[in-house]
């Protein structure tokens, strides 16, 4: 299994930027997806974004669009998601992921199934 260790979460103003890190203890060989998940307060967890390793490609929910940015390092094994003009509701757990498609961070399958972070809280204030 891969192992998926977060930082950078932190309390924040609304409309300021964060960025988020997850460090993989290796990027799998064949094709996979690799992104971020949150869980806000009482809510069930909503897939934010993510990039397809075979081609580079990249999905983001329509909450976050225009507003997060990932990218990956992939000589480091590091992932980042930069979050800018953040809102009140962006406040969650947020948690780094790997899964074997795209699709499971659109809410298809089941992501339970692939690899998690320990998760890293980000709350924003108004």
């Known amino acids: 299994d891969v192992q998926l260790a977060e930082s950078g979460g932190v309390s924040v103003q609304a409309g300021g930027s964060l960025r988020l890190s997850c460090a993989a203890s290796?990027?799998?060989?064949?094709?996979?997806?690799i992104g971020w998940f949150r869980q806000a307060p009482g809510k069930g967890r909503e897939g934010v974004g993510c990039i397809r390793s075979r081609d580079g490609s990249t999905w983001y929910s329509d909450s976050v669009k225009g507003r997060f940015t990932i990218s990956s390092d992939n000589a480091e094994n590091t992932l980042y998601l930069q979050m800018n003009s953040l809102k009140p509701e962006d406040t969650a757990v947020y948690y780094c992921?790997?899964?074997?498609?795209?699709?499971?961070?659109?809410?298809?399958?089941?992501?339970?199934?692939?690899?998690w972070s320990q998760g890293t809280q980000v709350t924003v204030s108004s």
């Open positions: 992921s790997t899964q074997r498609t795209v699709d499971r961070f659109h809410g298809f399958g089941d992501p339970d199934l692939g690899s």
């Open positions: 290796i990027f799998p060989l064949d094709d996979y997806a």
